[in-house]
């Protein structure tokens, strides 16, 4: 229905049919070097508009079947690191378009009020291996469009509805073919699902689960600094049972304990994750400030240096700052590969500074498109196609000090991060609401603990 009731409509008549949105764009580059999409919304209707419900997507043709792309945020008024862009493969390929780049935003982009557009997008992409691209055969391209002007083909979905544009012919945004759509039918696969309800860091069922609780040395972390499995401790709350994390300090290595729980097999890759975990901003005692990071990640092991078939998916909560940020940050990052020594890094991450003390529900999905990042129902960051992981990974929470320069005092003082369960479905990418859907599911039936995923 959606498809072809909405082609036949001329663009600047969708979009008032809908009363959302307009899409504006010029062209910041001609070149073969990188294309330039800079972009504007328009929210036309009568009520404010949450950018974080709208969806953009400009189509291309690939200068090769095997090109891949990567995206990047010049500069734009909402902020970049309120800006996410993924690529997708179309399901009927055209003579000028077999991809799209997808715009979204975060939250943190805020809303536009009737009337009110975004200001500039100035948003650009280019080819992995750094080739020279050609954009004059691609579908949302116009040398000519040298100045912000209404055009029909971008399109823009608000809230999973078409509202404004022209996909090229058979390819719809809305779609339920599309086969990056997180409302597609499941595929096959297993699930882990853990409530933790065990009584202790030695509960036989804990390994009996397949869970480590670490106790052997390494990183990261401070120098001399020992994972402490006594200091990992389970209780109730709000009728749940919860997984508590302390980490503790008194100012040097040797006194420094941190904790870590991971799975002991690597065989999780595509499909979702799912925890809902605990910040803390604050010490639950003693003097404040210390440079913590909080964790929910997946990672397998570097083989060798740059090794191009590590993976690392993480999301990382610094209350107090550190890496050079001077107060709270919480970062999501998708890693490609690095060096330890000297350190190089390939990766991609989102970030948002502002406090996330308390209870969140994060999720990452991963398909074999992008990786994208939840926050309490809404999209964080998307990452490229270049990150995908090309082994399987554990499931890890940690809690752990990046140094001891944040608080330099000697008096003792503790951290928590607690965690109330953990998901994961094998080849599935499953919406924030299926996720919700199935642990309601699983607590209603009294489930506590369940793993069908097939060892890798």
């Known amino acids: 229905m959606g498809c072809t009731s909405l082609a036949a409509l001329p663009a600047a008549e969708a979009g008032a049919a809908a009363g959302a949105v307009s899409v504006q764009y010029h062209t910041g580059s001609t070149g073969s070097d990188q294309a ?32 891949t792309y990567r995206f990047a945020c010049s500069w734009a008024v909402k902020g970049c690191g309120n800006i996410t862009g993924t690529f997708g493969t179309l399901a009927h390929p055209t003579a000028t378009a077999d991809r799209y780049l997808e715009i979204g935003f975060s939250s ?16 650009r992409f280019y080819r992995s291996d750094w080739q020279s691209l050609n954009q004059r055969d691609d579908y949302s391209f116009s040398a000519a469009q040298s100045s912000y002007a209404n055009w ?30 997180p409302t597609d039918p499941p595929g096959p696969g297993g699930t882990l699902f853990d409530d933790f309800n065990y009584t202790k860091y030695d509960d036989p069922a804990i390994s009996a689960h397949g869970w480590n609780v670490r106790s052997n040395s390494g990183g990261p972390g401070v120098p001399g600094a020992t994972w402490a499995p006594q200091n990992v401790t389970f209780s109730s709350s709000g009728g749940n049972s919860v997984m508590n994390l302390e980490t503790s300090t008194a100012g040097t290595g040797e006194s420094t304990k941190q904790t870590e729980v991971l799975t002991k097999a690597l065989k999780f890759k595509n499909g979702t994750y799912a925890a809902r975990v605990k910040f803390s901003d604050a010490p639950k005692s003693g003097p404040d400030g210390d440079h913590l990071v909080q964790t929910f990640f997946t990672i397998n092991d570097l083989k060798a240096p740059m090794a191009d078939d590590y993976a690392e998916y993480d999301f990382e909560y610094l209350p107090n700052g550190g890496w050079g940020e001077p107060s709270n940050i919480l970062y999501t990052t998708s890693w490609e590969t690095y ?9 991609q991450h989102t970030e948002s500074r502002q406090s996330y003390a308390g209870w969140h529900d994060l999720i990452v999905t991963i398909d074999n498109n992008s990786i994208r990042y939840y926050i309490d129902g809404q999209q964080f960051g998307t990452h ?47 919406t924030p609401a299926q996720v919700a859907a199935k642990l309601a599911a699983y607590r209603s039936a009294g489930t506590a603990f369940e793993d069908t995923v097939p060892s890798s």
Do not use: C
């Open 36 to 67: 330039e999409p800079w972009l504007k919304v328009k929210n036309t209707g009568t009520s404010s508009v949450a950018l974080s419900g709208v969806k953009l997507r400009y189509y291309f043709k690939a200068d090769s079947a095997s090109a």
């Open 152 to 181: 029909s083909k971008v399109t823009a979905q608000l809230e999973g509805a078409t509202v404004w544009g022209t996909a090229p012919e058979g390819n719809d945004p809305t779609d339920p073919t599309d086969p990056t759509d």
């Open 339 to 347: 060096n330890p020594d000297p350190w190089q890094a390939v990766n």
């Open 108 to 123: 943190g982009a805020g809303s536009l009020a009737a009337g009110a557009d975004s200001g500039d997008l100035q948003l």
């Open 384 to 430: 490229d196609a270049a990150y995908l992981p090309e082994r399987p990974m554990s499931i890890n929470f940690n809690q752990w000090l990046i140094d001891l320069a944040g608080q330099t005092s000697t008096s003792p003082r503790a951290y928590d991060q607690q965690v109330d369960y953990v998901l994961h479905v094998k080849d599935q990418v499953l």
